[in-house]
């Protein structure tokens, strides 16, 4: 079992948060340790311990904090992607990373913080259910759902142009695995539209190319 890396990469929007969200201690903190989950992502086996030992000490400053537990259980998440240990051990340790997220996604209801940490908390959590494989952990119809919740955020229009894009990114990556070509397009579509010169936007453009043929 092998996790895909290819959306998880595309959360590198979330450092382009808007100037009021950076302006205390807390995102300060949670940008170092976002920089190193993003590292893991796409990283070694030494990245990801890297990012786990980093949230870690983070969870230990914010304690039950949602966002931390989110990219905690991301972090621990990314240790099934090691080929060389044996697949139940991956499958235990994936897990272990979603149970995290879960009470993470759980605490958000009673989260007082600004509403971009709620939204970066859910994304993060998509981001791994939507990319974990279906036939084995059965998270996608759960990361469909939170997609769901992102696009109907009140608050959207208002969210920086990557995390919009990151968002539309994600329903269609939700809409390829559920087989939904329409869908898939439609959000390929509006994330470029959204961010062209970003990260998102231009992975887009290269799937609509693909998809044009």
Do not use: W
Request: one cysteine or more.
């Amino acid at each position: 079992m092998r996790l895909s890396c290819r959306a998880f990469l595309l959360l590198s929007a979330l450092a382009c948060l808007s100037p009021s969200y950076a302006e205390n201690q807390f995102e300060i903190d949670i940008k170092a340790a976002r920089e190193v989950y993003l590292e893991a992502t796409d990283g070694t086996e030494r990245d990801i311990r890297r990012a786990t030992k980093k949230i870690r000490q983070l969870e230990s400053k914010y304690p039950g904090h949602p966002l931390v537990l989110a990219y905690k259980g991301g972090a621990l998440s990314l240790r099934g992607k090691d080929i060389g240990k044996r697949p139940l051990d991956r499958m235990r340790e994936t897990e272990e990373g979603l149970n995290i997220i879960d009470r993470a996604l759980r605490r958000l209801n009673q989260h007082k913080g600004h509403y971009l940490e709620t939204v970066e908390a859910r994304l993060v959590a998509t981001y791994v259910f939507i990319n974990l494989p279906d036939a084995i952990f059965h998270r996608l119809r759960e990361g469909k759902h939170l997609v769901t919740q992102l696009l109907s955020h009140p608050r959207f229009t208002e969210m920086p142009q990557g995390l919009q894009a990151a968002i539309y990114f994600a329903a269609a990556i939700a809409a390829e695995k559920s087989s939904d070509q329409n869908q898939f397009k439609h959000y390929l579509e509006l994330t470029f539209k959204t961010d062209p010169k970003g990260k998102n936007g231009k992975k887009a453009r290269i799937l609509l190319k693909n998809l044009a043929g």
